[in-house]
């Protein structure tokens, strides 16, 4: 049985958190030079049948007025089935992360480090046979680098990245949002449309995607709530292409 394929796989579902936070931005009024606590939740899903949902909790500890120091723990589960020489694996895996950093904010962009790890729990069932099933522990450093950048009153850029070391897969997130409404944010409601393209891989398994996404933010509650959906393409060595779309949903509340 290929290891580095559901390895590969469980490390993109680690991503897929990274994807809610990178979506959703802090709605404009925050308090700053405090600490403060973030919620996040988000589920993620394709047409194949493939899922990823988290939720957890961070802290933005402000070491100076031009550095932050977050803390990011959170839980996940992840499900996904797959073929191979004729054999169906499914696939359920439960993880915990842990990410520390340093962020360095400002009213024109965000540039933010983080480095930590996961520990993964899968249990796998393949129906070959009499049904074989097989339970393993995975675990890994993760290493991530996102910012974004305002170009206009209106339009602003994100740019994201993320390496897990235990099955050597990278991934990179590039997207554009525009801010329709309440662009003075004196406002209760502040809603955003854009466009992202996302690549990830590694030797045994790459994966295309592409799509749009909304955003709402209620800027008194210091809430962000994204819809994502679109297009997907991934592929294995030796595989046919798999070809569909995702749809994912992220929330964001900073207090």
């Known amino acids: 049985m290929n290891r580095h394929r559901p390895t590969g796989r469980a490390l993109r579902g680690l991503v897929c958190v990274s994807i809610g936070l990178a979506t959703v931005v802090l709605p404009a009024g925050a308090d700053a030079g405090t600490t403060a606590v973030e919620g996040i939740a988000g589920w993620e899903g394709d047409s194949h049948g493939q899922g990823y949902g988290f939720a957890g909790v961070g802290w933005l500890f402000p070491a100076s007025p031009k550095l932050d120091v977050p803390l990011r723990a959170f839980g996940s589960y992840l499900y996904y089935d797959f073929e191979s020489a004729g054999t169906i694996t499914g696939v359920d895996s439960r993880g915990l992360t842990l990410m520390t950093g340093i962020r360095v904010p400002g009213t024109a962009g965000n540039f933010t480090l983080l480095g930590g790890g996961e520990v993964r729990r899968e249990h796998r069932t393949t129906d070959s046979g009499a049904g074989a099933v097989e339970d393993s522990t995975v675990s890994g ?39 329709v409404t309440n662009l003075d944010w004196k406002g209760s409601t502040s809603f955003f449309l854009g466009l992202e393209i996302i690549g990830q891989g590694n030797d045994e398994s790459e994966a295309v995607q592409g799509g749009g996404f ?3 933010n209620l800027v008194p509650r210091h809430v962000a709530v994204a819809l994502r959906s679109g297009y997907k393409e991934s592929w294995s060595p030796g595989e046919s292409h798999r070809r569909g779309g995702y749809l994912g949903l992220s929330f964001y509340h900073r207090s």
Do not use: P, T
């Open 141 to 179: 450093i993760v290493l991530q680098a996102d910012g974004d950048l305002s170009f206009s009153r209106r339009w602003r850029g994100f740019l994201f990245a993320n390496y897990g070391g235990a099955s050597s897969y990278l991934y990179g997130r590039s997207a554009m949002r525009c801010q």
């Open 214 to 216: 909304a955003e709402w």
